[in-house]
């Protein structure tokens, strides 16, 4: 079976992870601190702290941004569901607007038009292949005085006209979830613009506890746990180290999927050709009532033929939370194109483009009319 996404763990970094058990030090220690510079060091030294969970780091960023309860946080409805939930967990109201179709990214029109006086922060959540314009977005949330969280999960190792995102802005948050571009089993990051707020991020990502001048300890805010263990930060140094390399391979197999996948007439693929970019996952969109098949059949063809695909995303404004809050159907209608359409094909780094070239056969026969 081909899996749509895998890690790639080398001896190496089993070596590192075993002697991080080994050294007597597995929760936070120096291995963190280490993973933290080193990551720092590709965000052109912005000040970075890593977590348990991308999904953490968005609550976190949320909370040092000082956003709660009457807070609107104007974000797009195609993401991962961690954007809505964090949202609406920190108390605030999640105001969705659609995406570009091919890029994914944030239609700033609506979000300018979404904008009211209780609106705090965009969050915009970044795809492979293409960035939103990041300097127009900026732009926008300085001209309304707008913070911005950029989910950056999908996206660690793409460029902005020449700087990594995460290098440039106001905030950015990673993951280093498996099916990410690098791994620490579980885990996030969250850079930010300035040392206070990273001293305010170490605060919340640890039950919220300060230090009294005589060194015992104060809370003066409600916080969870979300510190990340050395045991994962020794695995995040070494995936670290392999991370160009990842990012290499898995453009490599990108662009396979452009040269070999079977015409189909309406069917969206991703953005081509735009340099910088990195490539966690390559969706399509498939028109598959003029195919005459569903969604569902034709995934299950492809299983039948050893090949795993994903969803990336349903629209979260048509989740049971997001009607909840209002939303309707009709309201996104790229957002809604997308989750009714899209298709996560196999691309990590444990495949060749032999694999690929197989995906993009198998799709073709499974297509093939009669
Ligand atoms: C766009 C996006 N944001 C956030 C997350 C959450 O990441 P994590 O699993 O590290 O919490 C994901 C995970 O798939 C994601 O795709």
Redesign the pocket.
Known sequence: MLNFSQPLISEDTIAAMVATMRSGWIASGPRVVEFECLLSATFNHRPTRVL???????EIALLACGIGAGDEVITSTQ?????MNMIVKVGAKPVFVDCDLVTRAIDLQQVEAAITPNTKAIVP???PGALGDMDALYALARRHRLRVIE????VQGSEWQGRAIGSFGDIA?????P??NMTTI???AIVVADEATARLVETLRFHGITRRPDDTRDVSVASGKYNMSDVSAAIGIAQLQQLPAFLAQRRQLADRYFEVFPTIADAVLPPQGVPGQSW?MFCVLLPYQHLHTTRNAFRAALRERGIATGL??EPSHLTSLGLGLGYHAGQFPNAERIGEQTITLPLHCGMTTADVDRVCAAIADVLAPG
């Open positions: 348990t969970s991308a999904t953490g780091a968005m993401s991962f569901f961690s954007t959540t970044h795809f989910d950056a999960a999908l948050t990673f993951s280093f979830h099916n990410k579980e885990g996030g966690n990336s995303y």
